[in-house]
């Protein structure tokens, strides 16, 4: 028996052309029928770091009985020269999510995979407490049960007030150990409240993780690091699957 949240988790690869470039995480999100990759918009284009990647790589399972039985689906990044990826925008500037829709017709019909959708998103924000056990389904530094093709889960906690906009930023902190590879996770928390329409995946989806945080006065040679990362509020994605 697969727990639904691993299935709904998959790794993406990015590449130049044939190229690879880095490993991360994403999940899928859908939305009256349509079916979207959701994952860090860094993955897709990094200015700072120079990371102009021309297409991605997802893993799908389609065998329900063999979860070792999996095939790769290429996605294009850009069509006539112009991104085919949604990102968000807000008051305090661009927001680190980004969502595909990805073709039906480009999925196999033995696909199997679980998605999130707006019934497993947040109502009210007031609902979460600073210190809500939280987890983070995802593929840090690439590493997976390269098997069954099935990502790990970390624990965190939330570490910010969840109803304020950190530092005016559309995101929480989160207090967990991560590494590389994790961007583009989903971060869930167990559905208190029987749903029907979660019912084969009982989560709620707060955020999507981003990056670690740290300080630059920090020694460190003396100081360890702060071990707190930005989860990206996921109610975004009511406005990045729009229309």
């Given at each position: 028996m697969i727990e639904s949240l691993l299935l709904a988790a998959t790794r993406v690869l990015t590449f130049t052309q044939e190229q690879p470039l880095t490993n991360a995480s994403g999940f899928f999100f859908e939305r009256e029928g349509r079916v979207f990759l959701v994952t860090s918009r860094h993955v897709l284009m990094d200015e700072p770091s120079k990371h102009f990647p021309d297409r991605i790589e997802i893993e799908l399972h389609?065998?329900?009985?063999?979860?070792?039985?999996?095939?790769?689906?290429?996605?294009?990044?850009?069509?006539?020269?112009?991104?085919?990826?949604?990102?968000?925008?807000?008051?305090?500037?661009d927001v680190d999510v980004a969502a595909i829709e990805i073709e039906r017709a480009a999925l196999p019909k033995t696909t199997v995979h679980r998605a999130f959708t707006p019934s497993h998103l947040l109502g009210s924000f007031d609902q979460i407490e600073v210190g809500t056990p939280l987890l983070m389904v995802g593929f840090p530094l690439g590493f997976h049960d390269t098997l069954h093709h099935m990502p790990v889960v970390r624990h965190a906690v939330v570490a910010s007030s969840f109803?304020?906009?950190?530092?005016?930023?559309?995101?929480?902190?989160?207090?967990?150990?991560?590494?590389?590879?994790?961007?583009?996770?989903?971060?869930?928390?167990?559905?208190?409240?029987?749903?029907?329409?979660?019912?084969?995946?009982?989560?709620?989806?707060?955020?999507v993780h981003s990056a670690v945080i740290d300080i630059g006065t920090r020694d460190l040679n003396i100081d360890e690091a702060l071990g707190l990362n930005c989860a990206w509020y996921a109610d975004i994605l009511l406005a990045l699957t729009e229309g």
């Amino acid at each position: 028996m697969i727990e639904s949240l691993l299935l709904a988790a998959t790794r993406v690869l990015t590449f130049t052309q044939e190229q690879p470039l880095t490993n991360a995480s994403g999940f899928f999100f859908e939305r009256e029928g349509r079916v979207f990759l959701v994952t860090s918009r860094h993955v897709l284009m990094d200015e700072p770091s120079k990371h102009f990647p021309d297409r991605i790589e997802i893993e799908l399972h389609i065998e329900a009985d063999n979860m070792a039985k999996s095939t790769a689906l290429s996605i294009p990044l850009y069509s006539e020269g112009k991104a085919i990826w949604r990102q968000g925008l807000d008051v305090a500037g661009d927001v680190d999510v980004a969502a595909i829709e990805i073709e039906r017709a480009a999925l196999p019909k033995t696909t199997v995979h679980r998605a999130f959708t707006p019934s497993h998103l947040l109502g009210s924000f007031d609902q979460i407490e600073v210190g809500t056990p939280l987890l983070m389904v995802g593929f840090p530094l690439g590493f997976h049960d390269t098997l069954h093709h099935m990502p790990v889960v970390r624990h965190a906690v939330v570490a910010s007030s969840f109803g304020l906009r950190f530092q005016g930023h559309g995101y929480f902190l989160t207090d967990a150990r991560t590494h590389r590879g994790t961007s583009g996770a989903p971060v869930v928390m167990r559905a208190t409240e029987q749903d029907p329409e979660r019912a084969d995946l009982p989560w709620m989806l707060l955020g999507v993780h981003s990056a670690v945080i740290d300080i630059g006065t920090r020694d460190l040679n003396i100081d360890e690091a702060l071990g707190l990362n930005c989860a990206w509020y996921a109610d975004i994605l009511l406005a990045l699957t729009e229309g």
